[in-house]
């Protein structure tokens, strides 16, 4: 549950930002006289003050059955054009129509990636960040830069855009713009709209127990939704050792394992249709 | 030309000089399978395909089962996620006899998701319901 209001936490960071911006407003030329900010070499004691921050090691399972649950409990407020949309997409999949929104192999992205992922993440503290590391898309990785900074004035757009975080408590909060605005709003692997930019995330991630990881998010898409989306994400820690995060090349199964003409061991393409699996009515491809 | 359009180019020419019918375990939604039947076949597997992010197993299913007679190409979760529900890449070699659960493609195909798969010569049997890890602390 949220502690604290996360419309209070959009407040504070847009105020924050704003400030940057005055700032550098009256700042004028100093962007371009400004001096190379460096990011320092970290000392003893801040490697030590990672120790006094909450436990999240190990590896965080997804309850998938709850993403399912809060999906149809409480659907994203789609606009009216997006809700069409939706509905077409929503129709084509409970058709059987295979099409999916991530059969290209791109990441799911922002805040997608939380949403709707069956696969498992681990979360590293270093001085000055966070990192949130996971598996299955081969280039699942969120950086969250809790240094101090605020975000740049025009990001380059990102998969996973630009995330800054603060501890408020034993809770993170992040602040994420910057994502591409081709990146899904997914409902599932096949229903999904682009978030057709401008897109804000606010995240509050905490314990809920010792063993129980909440992702609280507002998802501000102002370009697809009626108004700013609450929903919650849950994670379970698992220590045991075959739970490691493993590599996950998306494209991987795109290619068979083969053995070419000089004995090398190579990756073949093999056939997609719409990127789905074309059963095959012979073999697997030679 | 862009890398893309070269890649492309490259698997059409693949395609068009073997002929190839095969499986892309592209990262997709399981809309195509039909999860409220679930159907058994017993076959040879043909290859174990232990990739991301869709794990495939191939079976070949004898002319003497009728209709279910072919090959097979049977989707799973990810290489992760079946390593934590017990699977491993040496789960199943091609020669092995296997009875396969699975729901079926929709279109009729010889595909399925996979629910169960038994190896039949010593017994073992390996699950995939995900849902079985949501709870913290699971040995």
Known sequence: ?286 | MTIQVLRSRALAAVLACAGLTGLAAAHHSFAMFEFSKQISIHGTVKEFQWTNPHVVLWVDVPAAAGETAGTWSLELTSPGNLTRTGWTRRAFAAGDEVIIELNPLRNGKHGGALVKATQVKTGTVFNTNLRDMEKPGLK
Request: charged share 20%; with cysteine; proline share 8%.
């Open chain 1, 1 to 286: 549950m949220l502690n604290h209001s996360s419309f209070d936490a959009r407040a504070r960071w847009r105020r924050r930002t704003g400030c940057a911006i005055a700032v550098l407003a009256l700042c004028g030329n100093c962007a371009s006289a400004a001096e190379t900010v460096l990011n320092p070499a970290p000392t003893a004691q801040d490697w030590a003050a990672l120790a006094k921050l909450p436990d999240w090691s190990g590896v965080w399972t997804p309850k998938i059955s709850d993403q399912n649950r809060r999906i149809k409990a409480d659907p994203m407020p789609w606009n009216p054009q997006a809700a069409k949309q939706v509905a077409t997409m929503a129709a084509d999949e409970a058709a059987g129509n295979p099409r999916g929104l991530f059969i290209d192999c791109l990441p799911e992205a922002m805040p997608s990636w939380m949403l709707i992922t069956h696969n498992a993440m681990e979360i590293l503290f270093t001085p000055g960040r966070v990192t949130l590391l996971g598996e299955s898309d081969g280039n699942r990785l969120r950086r969250i830069y809790t240094d101090g900074r605020g975000h740049p004035v025009d990001p380059d757009p990102t998969f996973h855009g630009h995330s800054i975080g603060r501890w408020d408590g034993e809770t993170l909060v992040v602040d994420t713009v910057g994502v591409l605005p081709q990146t899904f709003l997914a409902v599932s692997e096949a229903v999904g709209m682009p978030n057709n930019g401008d897109l804000h995330v606010i995240e509050r991630i905490h314990l809920a127990d010792s063993e129980t990881l909440y992702d609280d998010l507002e998802i501000i898409a102002p370009r697809i939704l009626t108004r700013p989306w609450k929903t919650t994400r849950i994670y379970f820690r698992q220590r045991a050792r075959k739970y490691d995060i493993v590599e996950g090349v998306c494209l991987q199964g795109s290619f068979a394992e083969r053995v070419d003409k000089n004995g090398n061991a190579v990756f073949v393409p093999v056939p997609q249709a719409d990127g789905n699996p074309v059963p095959i009515e012979s073999a697997p491809p030679k």
